[in-house]
Nanobody, 119 residues
Framework: QVQLVESGGGLVQPGGSLRLSCSASGNDFSINFMGWYRQAPGNQRELVAGITSGGATNYADSVKGRLTISRDNAKNTVYLQMNSLKPEDTAVYYC?????????????WGQGTQVTVSS
């Protein structure tokens, strides 16, 4: 079992910045993919940014150039640096980790952290 704890959300004005963190803990695990997803009211959860254990990244088109995902494998922690925030970035942001096992890949989710962009 893997537990994910997110932090760093809050209220910020348009154009502002926030940094989200997500730390994983548990016993005997090795995480491959880690990602940030978001879900706004009335919308489906969508991938914002993802990163593999090797450092390969991918981003949603709507956040390219503004949000940056990074990862500290030694600490099992993933970060999301959010710059030039827009009101449409307002959502609950969730961290996800994928742990490969011999017969399957297990996905774990954090509890979510609210990001609100408003003046």
């Amino acid at each position: 079992q893997v537990q994910l704890v997110e932090s760093g959300g809050g209220l910020v004005q348009p154009g502002g910045s926030l940094r989200l963190s997500c730390s994983a803990s548990g016993n005997d695990f090795s995480i491959n993919f880690m990602g940030w997803y978001r879900q706004a009211p009335g919308n489906q959860r969508e991938l914002v940014a993802g990163i593999t254990s090797g450092g390969a990244t991918n981003y949603a088109d709507s956040v390219k150039g503004r949000l940056t995902i990074s990862r500290d494998n030694a600490k099992n922690t993933v970060y999301l640096q959010m710059n030039s925030l827009k009101p449409e970035d307002t959502a609950v942001y969730y961290c996800k980790a994928e742990v490969p096992k011999p017969r399957a890949v297990y996905s774990y989710w954090g509890q979510g952290t609210q990001v609100t962009v408003s003046s």
